[in-house]
C-alpha cells in the first residue's frame, strides 16, 4: 500500500468546510483497494466513523474518481489541510490527481 498527499491547501485561523475530490490511474488496471481522504497530517488518513463523509473508499481496479464529502474543520491557527491518497496494487504504478477547496464558514 502507497500513502501519498495529492495535493494540500493552507487555510487560516477560523472554520472552514473542506471538500476534496481524487482521480487515480493504475497502469496495469490491477489496483485492489483506492482511499482518498481530507486530513490535517501529511500523508495520513484521518480517522472517520464508519458510515461519516470525509473519506472514499473504492474497490475497483480501472481509473476511477472519489469524492471525499464535506469535512468541517476549526482551525485555530493557518494549517496545510492534504487531500491524501492510498492505493494498493501488486504490480505496476498508480497515478492519482485531484483537488481539494475550502469554504469559510461564518
Not at 475530490?21 to 483497494?33: E, R
Not at 458510515?51 to 485555530?76: K, P, Y
Not at 504504478?93 to 475550502?102: D, L, Q
Amino acid at each position: 500500500t502507497v500513502v501519498v498527499d495529492i495535493t494540500s491547501i493552507s487555510l487560516t485561523a477560523g472554520n472552514w468546510l473542506v471538500f476534496g475530490v481524487g482521480y487515480s490511474n493504475p497502469s496495469l488496471g490491477n489496483a485492489t483497494a483506492n482511499q482518498c481522504s481530507i486530513s490535517t497530517t501529511s500523508a495520513t488518513h484521518r480517522t472517520f466513523a464508519s458510515g461519516t463523509l470525509g473519506n472514499a473508499i473504492n474497490d475497483v481496479a480501472s481509473t476511477n474518481a472519489m469524492q471525499t464529502g464535506g469535512v468541517t474543520l476549526s482551525l485555530s491557527a493557518t494549517t496545510t489541510v492534504y487531500l491524501v491518497f492510498s492505493s494498493t496494487f501488486p504490480s505496476g504504478t498508480n497515478a492519482a490527481h485531484g483537488s481539494i477547496i475550502g469554504i469559510r464558514l461564518p
